[in-house]
């Protein structure tokens, strides 16, 4: 149940030789591990597994808000801190990231291997590549897009003269790089386009046997080029900041 991880990896370094006291983050991720234990639990309903999945991931969001934010403050500012095992700020960090991003393999894992291949035994699927649907299910997609996406989705152009462009915290951004077609190839302009928080997060196509559940921005990606008129898009990327 525990995907091969093997919790000595991090119970060890813990509890250094001469420290009284666990390490308060360290300590935390392991409880993240017990937490994601549970979405590995196939004696569980696969709806709780993906519930416990959720959890363990907005608990990470909790973790890098707080605790990743406040150690970065020591380590911006050049301040003394030590945790309870002994490390200073910028060591600690290092340790801190490398099992963070254990955690983080192990969520992906979890949720491509683990309970993505069991969804249509349970009558529904995540579409993420459109091709998989009809054309007439294709041609409906566009029509939501175009009557209810198109209209509340705004392009931000990456800031290049007055700082850093500010983007919302925990919310999926597509950036887009383009150039326009009169243009020269090498004139390319970064764009940020928010994914819509004020409607639902999948639309939903219902079939005999099968409900499709197609991700906003898999739809926002597809149709982007009727957001960029007379533009050529280059390339696009899915992030979130945290």
Known sequence: MRDNFKADNITKPLLPQGRRYLSRDMSWLMFAQRVLDQAYDNTKTIYDQLKFLSISADNLDE?????????????????????????????????????????????????????????????????TDIKKLSQKQRTTLRA????????????????????????????????????????????KKLYFVQIPQNISRFYTIEQHDCV????????????LDMLFERTEILSTTLFRIT
């Open 63 to 127: 973790f890098f808000m707080i605790r990743i934010g406040g150690l970065h403050n020591y380590v911006d500012y050049k301040q003394v801190w030590i945790d309870n095992s002994g490390l200073h700020a910028v060591p600690f960090r290092e340790k801190l990231l490398v099992e963070i991003q254990e955690l983080f393999q192990r969520q992906q894992n979890c949720f491509i291997q683990h309970l993505v291949p069991g969804f249509k035994r349970h009558g529904f699927e995540i579409v």
């Open 144 to 187: 939501y897009f175009k009557k209810t996406l198109l209209p509340i989705l705004t392009p931000v152009i990456a800031s290049t003269n007055h700082g850093s462009t500010v983007l919302a915290n925990k919310v999926l951004v597509m950036g887009v790089v383009t150039h326009y077609l009169t243009s020269m190839k090498g004139n």
């Open 212 to 223: 499709y559940f197609i991700p906003l921005e898999t739809i926002v990606r597809e149709y």
